[in-house]
């Protein structure tokens, strides 16, 4: 089955600049979604299609890939960003959705 | 605005059964895929169904591996609701399942819209 994976954990100081990771065989050959998960609630698009950033998601949030590895990519960290972040594709040889491990943001 | 809303959940037997729904409002629920994905406690988003809208005209339907024909997804457009059947319930399906929206495919399509969530746990 097809794995993405993520680093556990990501610990930034306020104000500062957040990056997670996202890799996977031949994810440049995929379509990369992240989502913002914080416990209670449900799941928030951040960035889909690799880089988008939907409808009133703040600038702050960029999306990125290069080769086999995704970027989520957050500055100016806030208290309120502190959630498990998660990169999903659509794996075709398998048909399945498939997310990453998550990776908790620490603020 | 876009609601989904899912019901159904509950405390079950193993080897129980379930259905879930998902009541969609704010959209012309039968032009879009949907999805099913749970969080097992203590553990991430893990995907479990999805199926394309009837206006699609293909009619596909794609499950999970750990589903293994136990879990069925279907949808009645008339009452703008999406269902999981879920049977021969596991410890392992302990977890909150949520429903969302697809857009534009099934397949490679992003989740804006998502439901609250409907707890099941799966106990003896």
């Known amino acids: 089955s097809y794995v993405l994976t993520q680093p556990p954990s990501v610990s930034v100081a306020p104000g500062q600049t957040a990056t997670m990771t996202c890799g996977g065989d031949?994810?440049?050959?995929?379509?990369v979604h992240w989502y913002q998960h914080r416990p209670g609630q449900a799941p928030i698009l951040v960035i889909h299609?690799?880089?988008d950033r939907p409808s009133g998601i703040p600038e702050r949030f960029s999306g990125s890939k290069s080769g086999d590895t995704a970027t989520l990519t957050i500055t100016r960290v806030e208290a309120g960003d502190e959630a498990d972040y998660y990169c999903?594709?659509?794996?075709?040889?398998?048909?399945?959705?498939?997310f990453g491990g998550g990776t908790k943001l620490t603020v | 605005d876009v609601q989904l809303l899912e019901s159904g959940g509950g405390l079950v037997h193993p080897g129980g059964s379930l259905r879930l729904a998902c009541k969609a409002s704010?959209?012309?629920?039968?032009?879009?895929?949907m999805t099913w994905v749970r969080q097992a406690p203590g553990k991430g988003l893990e995907w479990v169904s999805s199926?394309?809208?009837?206006?699609?005209?293909?009619?596909?339907?794609f499950y999970a591996d750990f589903v293994k024909g136990r879990f069925t997804i279907s949808r009645d457009d008339s009452k703008d609701t999406l269902y999981l059947q879920m049977d021969d319930l596991r410890a392992g399906d302990t977890a909150v399942y949520f429903c969302?929206?697809?857009?534009?495919?099934?397949?490679?399509?992003?989740?804006?819209?998502w439901g609250q969530g409907t707890p099941v746990t799966v106990s003896s």
């Open positions: 969302a929206q697809l857009a534009p495919t099934v397949t490679t399509g992003s989740a804006v819209f």
């Open positions: 704010g959209f012309t629920f039968r032009f879009f895929a």
């Open positions: 199926m394309t809208s009837d206006e699609a005209g293909d009619g596909e339907f």
């Open positions: 031949n994810l440049r050959g995929k379509t």
């Open positions: 299609f690799n880089t």
């Open positions: 999903q594709v659509w794996d075709t040889p398998t048909n399945h959705r498939v």
